[in-house]
T-cell receptor
Framework: NAGVTQTPKFQVLKTGQSMTLQCAQDMNHNSMYWYRQDPGMGLRLIYYSASEGTTDKGEVPNGYNVSRLNKREFSLRLESAAPSQTSVYFC??????????????FGPGTRLLVL | LAKTTQPISMDSYEGQEVNITCSHNNIATNDYITWYQQFPSQGPRFIIQGYKTKVTNEVASLFIPADRKSSTLSLPRVSLSDTAVYYCLVGDVGTTDSWGKLQFGAGTQVVVTP
């Protein structure tokens, strides 16, 4: 199993450009999450999805949109990138129906620089 | 949501035991204590989770006193590869919403030197 994969690994954007960050998991997890991590700080939740076709806002959703394409894939879109969105973005997945055995798995991250 | 407090940094030598204590005075009845490890340029990795008393796995031990207002992550005989940031998160983990509500603070930077 590859676990949680993210593409691209790095991206440089100009202010106002758009892009989509891709995330996929092969663990048959129902729940998927997008976080951002700024330097020296912990992760903050942007959006999450409990199942295919459902999405909900997290702590910092402004400036982002998401799509839960199917059970495996959860994408994050920046419609008009701003320098404040320079960050490292992590995707995660879990199956929360049995917390005694399941854990939350994170992808390797996408490093985004907005000029 | 339970607020957590943990040291900003800890230094250790190889072979020593490292204990990181996390305070969570307003932990709720349904809350679990979850610890993650994050290496530079990587996503966080789940280490251990517990509700009360002691939990041990191949990586670490988690000690939780009866009042559950604090917890201690114990890393036995650390090596250089244990240098990482360690996060203590407290919250319910039974639903998608609840996992999403777990808040990462700044964590504890553990530096292991030879």
């Amino acid at each position: 199993n590859a676990g949680v994969t993210q593409t691209p690994k790095f991206q440089v954007l100009k202010t106002g450009q758009s892009m989509t960050l891709q995330c996929a998991q092969d663990m048959n997890h129902n729940s998927m999450y997008w976080y951002r991590q700024d330097p020296g700080m912990g992760l903050r939740l942007i959006y999450y999805s409990a199942s295919e076709g459902t999405t909900d806002k997290g702590e910092v959703p402004n400036g982002y949109n998401v799509s839960r394409l199917n059970k495996r894939e959860f994408s994050l879109r920046l419609e008009s990138a701003a320098p404040s969105q320079t960050s490292v973005y992590f995707c995660a997945s879990t199956r929360p129906d049995n917390h005694l055995e399941e854990t939350q798995y994170f992808g390797p991250g996408t490093r985004l620089l907005v000029l | 949501l339970a607020k957590t407090t943990q040291p900003i940094s800890m230094d250790s030598y190889e072979g020593q035991e490292v204990n990181i204590t996390c305070s969570h005075n307003n932990i709720a009845t349904n809350d679990y204590i979850t610890w993650y490890q994050q290496f530079p340029s990587q996503g966080p990795r789940f280490i251990i989770q517990g509700y009360k008393t002691k939990v041990t796995n191949e990586v670490a031990s988690l000690f939780i006193p009866a009042d559950r207002k604090s917890s201690t992550l114990s890393l036995p005989r650390v090596s250089l590869s244990d240098t990482a940031v360690y996060y203590c998160l407290v919250g319910d983990v039974g639903t998608t919403d609840s996992w999403g509500k777990l808040q990462f603070g700044a964590g504890t930077q553990v530096v292991v030197t030879p």
